[in-house]
């Protein structure tokens, strides 16, 4: 029997701190305009110590299902996808299952860094239509600020926390014309570019700083060429034109890569969801984020044909066509 994903709600959480780019320029050689000007951000959301990717994913979590009008018993999976856990394990899954009260069904982390939303909505819609599970909570959720080096301008400037989360159900039967369903998704990975953008450090090199490092000039380059191959292979595969598109719905990793690609899709710059300038770069929840929040404020409508894209370290990347 054929079946299909579809995305039932939408959820977000954001830290209670807000750090503004005055803030920063306090204590760092840097201004509101050279950061403003060159990445669309004006400032983030910080987690304190109780605001753990475990803590902050749940909360997400929970507003989805909420949205989605489900329980915690119509979840057979959870999947995280992070680079800030909160321990090497358990997985920071299997901890928000805990928080949320689910007793069955598995619970998993992957790591594509700011691709990983994509990547995990890769897998769940795979594992939907495969029938080895029937509703996944499908969760990116990021604590940034405990692996970025504060007094390095050139990176710490450029991200946030949060996390976001989508629940997926299954429906039975084939896509039909014009219902909610996950489309499509793809997929990449390209490791021979794994030194542009990176954390060193894990467990068993404690002597290693675990900081992130960039080269920033290289993974824009980069993002612009394979986010555009991206889009044009999501829409060649659905036999779709970029008139079909009513959202882009794009990792937030800079402004000028977001209006680049809305420009490349013919989107007038309203189309595009923006949050960049509120959350800064949150990694993978930036884009389930960003559709909590244009879901919850009713721009995104049922049955409006959603594009998702993202970069990131790796280097991963891909896209997912989803009609709400
Ligand atoms: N404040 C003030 N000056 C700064 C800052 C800062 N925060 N950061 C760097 N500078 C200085 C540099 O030291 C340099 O000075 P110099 O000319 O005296 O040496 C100058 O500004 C220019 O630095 P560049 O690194 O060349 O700046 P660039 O124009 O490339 O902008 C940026 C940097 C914004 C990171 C850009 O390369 C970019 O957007 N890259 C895309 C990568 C990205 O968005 N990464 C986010 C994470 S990855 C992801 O999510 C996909």
């Not at 793809?186 to 894990?202: C, E, F, K, Q």
Request: with cysteine.
């Amino acid at each position: 029997m054929t079946r299909h994903a579809v995305l039932a709600g939408v959820g977000g959480y954001l830290p209670k701190r807000v750090v503004t780019n005055d803030d920063l320029a306090r204590t760092l050689d840097t201004s509101d305009e050279w950061i403003s000007e060159r990445t669309g951000i004006r400032q983030r959301h910080i987690a304190d110590e109780t605001e753990t990717a475990a803590f902050m994913g749940a909360a997400a979590a929970e507003a989805a299902l909420r949205r989605a009008g489900a329980g915690a018993g119509e979840v057979d999976g959870v999947i995280v996808a992070t680079s800030t856990p909160d321990q090497a394990f358990p997985a920071t899954a299997a901890r928000i299952q805990a928080a949320l009260g689910i007793t069955r069904g598995f619970a998993f982390d992957l790591a594509a860094a700011c691709s990983g939303f994509i990547y995990a909505l890769a897998v769940a819609d795979g594992m939907i239509r495969a029938g080895q599970a029937s509703g996944i909570l499908v969760i990116g959720s990021e604590v940034y600020s405990r692996i970025l080096d504060w007094r390095d301008r050139t990176t710490c400037v450029l991200f946030g926390d949060g996390a976001g989360a989508v629940f997926l159900h299954a429906a039975e039967g084939p896509v039909t014309p014009g219902a909610p369903a996950v489309l499509s998704t793809h997929i990449h990975a390209d490791g021979r570019y794994g030194d542009i953008l990176y954390v060193d450090g894990a467990v068993g090199q404690p002597d290693r700083p675990g900081t992130l490092a960039m080269n920033g000039s290289a993974v824009f380059r980069h993002a612009v060429v394979n986010l555009a191959a991206a889009v044009e292979e999501a829409l060649a595969v659905n036999h779709l034109d970029r008139a079909s598109i009513d959202w882009l719905v794009p990792h937030q990793a800079n402004r000028r890569i977001i209006d680049a690609m809305g420009k490349k899709l013919g989107l007038a710059p309203e189309r595009v969801v923006v949050t960049i300038d509120r959350h800064a770069n949150t990694s993978a929840a930036s884009i389930p984020l960003a559709l909590a929040e244009a879901v919850g404020d009713g721009r995104i409508r049922p049955g409006q044909l959603v594009l998702m894209e993202a970069l990131g370290g790796g280097l991963t990347w891909g896209s997912a066509l989803v009609r709400l």
